[in-house]
């Protein structure tokens, strides 16, 4: 393949970038992951990229008949796996530019309140079944984009710093993620994972501030929405890790950022030697945090009520060592650019005790970081 000099792969936080340098190939399926893995030769290359959500379906083995197998037409198309492979990285300070806060879209399209409605009461139908008892709904937003790809991932970034900050740049697209989610951390045959779940608005004063983190951590349903998605990661890891392993190190904490406290647990293990870091990938994706549970089932009605595939959204974001360490975000807070047009998905948990009122309010709420010129 052709390399231009246009494709960028950087992954950054507050304090460093880390790009990809000397860019080899680009891989763009989970057959060729596989394949480089196999025949990987230098310890210093890297793969840095994204597993787009519907991937899942192939790592899930989604039954023959399962809904998950029937394709939605959409304007934005974009692969389902996509990585840069590169001889090295270069590691550096973060260096934000100054950049004017300004709206990332204009003339955007959102479904309206009545259809989010009607998707909400469908998921309630099915938590009173029993079918499931989360469910992860989101909702499109895109418009034409006000910004370069790059300074949009400034703005998002700028607005609330992270952890597992990414950018890709191709000739075809580019991503601009801001996630504060870690999917998962491979290091050795130690593993790591973050889920998120529950979250609530920095107060405007301190005693403000300690009431919101307080409320939040005294709410029942944010914890039982966290701890249904606990023992999801927990059974994902446990397919590929040793027996007694699996271990909740965190059962709820709370992280701080400029706008919102959000509630996290963290959870570790140790992988089994006859399993490849690449088998616990595919174990755990896509995240529970942005399915809900019982995985399959809740992805199934995700599927039936979403319009449009979720793409790299909801997916991971991140990186691949030829040693065996990876490290992948949760790609939410994460837009996609493409021809002018700027997509942002935008969802959140459903569970019994959900109001459709509150869950509307959290959709609007998360989608002002790329709508607000503040």
Same mark, same amino acid.
């Given at each position: 393949?052709?390399?231009k000099?246009?494709?960028r792969?950087?992954l950054? @936080?507050?304090?460093?970038t %880390?790009s990809g340098d000397?860019?080899?190939?680009?891989?763009?399926?989970w057959?060729g992951v596989? *394949?480089?893995w196999r =025949?990987?030769k230098?310890q210093?290359e890297?793969?840095i990229?994204?597993?787009?959500?519907?991937?899942g379906?192939k790592f899930?083995?989604?039954?023959?008949?399962?809904?998950l197998?029937?394709?939605?037409? @959409?304007s934005?198309?974009?692969?389902p796996?996509?990585?840069?492979?590169?001889?090295?990285?270069v590691?550096?300070?973060t260096? #934000? #530019?100054?950049?004017?806060? =300004?709206a990332?879209l204009k003339?955007?399209?959102?479904?309206?309140?009545?259809?989010?409605?009607?998707?909400?009461?469908?998921?309630?139908?099915?938590?009173?079944?029993?079918d499931?008892?989360?469910a992860n709904?989101?909702?499109?937003?895109?418009?034409?984009?006000?910004?370069?790809?790059?300074?949009?991932f400034w703005?998002?970034?700028?607005? =609330?710093?992270v952890?597992?900050?990414?950018?890709?740049q191709?000739?075809e697209?580019?991503?601009?993620?801001?996630?504060?989610e870690?999917?998962?951390r491979?290091?050795?045959?130690s593993?790591e994972?973050?889920?998120?779940?529950?979250?609530?608005p920095?107060?405007?004063? *301190?005693?403000?501030?300690?009431?919101? $983190?307080?409320?939040?951590?005294?709410?029942?349903?944010?914890?039982a929405?966290? @701890?249904? +998605?606990?023992?999801?990661?927990?059974?994902d890891?446990?397919?590929?890790? $040793?027996?007694?392993s %699996?271990? /909740?190190?965190r059962r709820r904490?709370?992280v701080?950022?400029?706008? /919102?406290?959000q509630? =996290?647990a963290?959870i570790?293990?140790e992988?089994?030697?006859q399993f490849?870091p690449l088998?616990t990938?595919t174990?755990?994706f896509?995240?529970?945090?942005?399915t809900?549970a019982p995985?399959?089932?809740?992805?199934?009605? +995700?599927?039936?009520?979403e319009?449009? #595939?979720?793409?790299?959204y909801c997916?991971?974001i991140g990186?691949i060592?030829?040693?065996g360490?990876?490290e992948?975000?949760?790609?939410?807070?994460?837009?996609i650019?493409k021809?002018?047009?700027?997509?942002?998905?935008a969802?959140?948990?459903?569970?019994i005790?959900s109001?459709a009122t509150?869950?509307?309010?959290e959709?609007l709420n998360?989608?002002? /970081?790329i709508t607000t010129n503040e």
């Amino acid at each position: 393949m052709s390399i231009k000099p246009s494709y960028r792969f950087a992954l950054i @936080d507050s304090r460093y970038t %880390v790009s990809g340098d000397g860019l080899i190939d680009i891989v763009d399926s989970w057959d060729g992951v596989e *394949r480089w893995w196999r =025949q990987r030769k230098s310890q210093t290359e890297i793969l840095i990229g994204y597993i787009g959500y519907e991937q899942g379906y192939k790592f899930i083995e989604a039954p023959r008949n399962s809904i998950l197998w029937q394709k939605k037409p @959409d304007s934005l198309t974009m692969p389902p796996v996509y990585f840069g492979r590169f001889r090295r990285t270069v590691r550096q300070r973060t260096k #934000p #530019p100054a950049v004017t806060k =300004q709206a990332l879209l204009k003339n955007s399209q959102l479904i309206n309140q009545r259809s989010y409605q009607n998707m909400f009461a469908t998921v309630q139908r099915h938590l009173r079944a029993g079918d499931i008892y989360q469910a992860n709904i989101a909702a499109r937003l895109n418009g034409l984009a006000t910004t370069t790809p790059i300074e949009s991932f400034w703005q998002i970034f700028g607005r =609330q710093p992270v952890s597992y900050g990414a950018y890709i740049q191709t000739p075809e697209f580019s991503i601009a993620s801001g996630s504060p989610e870690l999917f998962l951390r491979i290091q050795g045959a130690s593993i790591e994972t973050r889920p998120m779940k529950g979250t609530c608005p920095r107060g405007q004063t *301190r005693a403000q501030d300690d009431k919101l $983190k307080q409320d939040l951590l005294h709410s029942i349903k944010e914890q039982a929405e966290l @701890d249904m +998605i606990i023992d999801v990661h927990r059974n994902d890891l446990a397919k590929t890790c $040793k027996p007694g392993s %699996v271990r /909740v190190i965190r059962r709820r904490e709370f992280v701080p950022f400029t706008t /919102v406290w959000q509630a =996290q647990a963290r959870i570790s293990a140790e992988r089994q030697r006859q399993f490849s870091p690449l088998d616990t990938i595919t174990t755990c994706f896509p995240a529970g945090s942005v399915t809900g549970a019982p995985k399959l089932r809740a992805m199934e009605i +995700i599927h039936e009520l979403e319009p449009v #595939p979720r793409q790299v959204y909801c997916g991971a974001i991140g990186y691949i060592k030829a040693t065996g360490d990876a490290e992948f975000n949760v790609a939410i807070r994460t837009a996609i650019l493409k021809n002018q047009q700027l997509y942002y998905y935008a969802g959140g948990g459903i569970t019994i005790g959900s109001t459709a009122t509150a869950e509307w309010q959290e959709l609007l709420n998360k989608k002002t /970081v790329i709508t607000t010129n503040e």
